[in-house]
């Protein structure tokens, strides 16, 4: 994301959506409000508590999970929104926390309770790697890009206990099913964004 500078020259800044999610989460996190926000099958009869479904990305109830899911909006999240653009990277953010914790509330409603019960953005950060590790356009780097994802997943449930691996899972897997085009239908069209 670039901004307009003096002289009308392009100046880098600080993209949007990621740095206002990054200050949420910790405000969030600040004012104990992670509980709160916990992805609880069993609450998502109220009518009231619907919001869990979107709204579990942005609570935390551990520090190492708020820690990480904080490094890597600097470093993943703000190249996907620059990427993406500020109004495409919230879509996606959005429609990808929605996915994930749907996703995980029909497993806990399988039976596998650890599948939901928690909150952060950790599955989102699957998502959106996943999401993109498919596509051609991203540069080559050390690693293939559809191995980061999968790489993330493995360690992250040795470095924070929230959210739990299937939860995890279940955003890997939303992403996949993002890149596969299950979500086209709910991509804004260019006129709405321009809009």
Known sequence: ????????????????????????????????????????????????????LLTHALGHTALPGLLLSLLLLPTVGWQQECHLGTLRFLHASALLALASGLLAVLLAGLGLSSAAGSCGYMPVHLAMLAGEGHRPRRPRGALPPWLSPWLLLALTPLLSSEPPFLQLLCGLLAGLAYAAG???????SERRLQV
């Open 182 to 188: 299950a979500f086209r239908w709910l991509e804004p």
């Open 1 to 52: 994301m670039h901004a307009r500078g003096p002289h009308g020259q392009l100046s880098p800044a600080l993209p949007l959506a990621s740095s206002v999610l990054m200050l949420l989460m910790s405000t969030l996190w600040l004012v104990g409000a992670g509980p709160g926000l916990v992805l609880a099958p069993e609450l998502l009869l109220d009518p009231w508590q619907v919001h869990r």
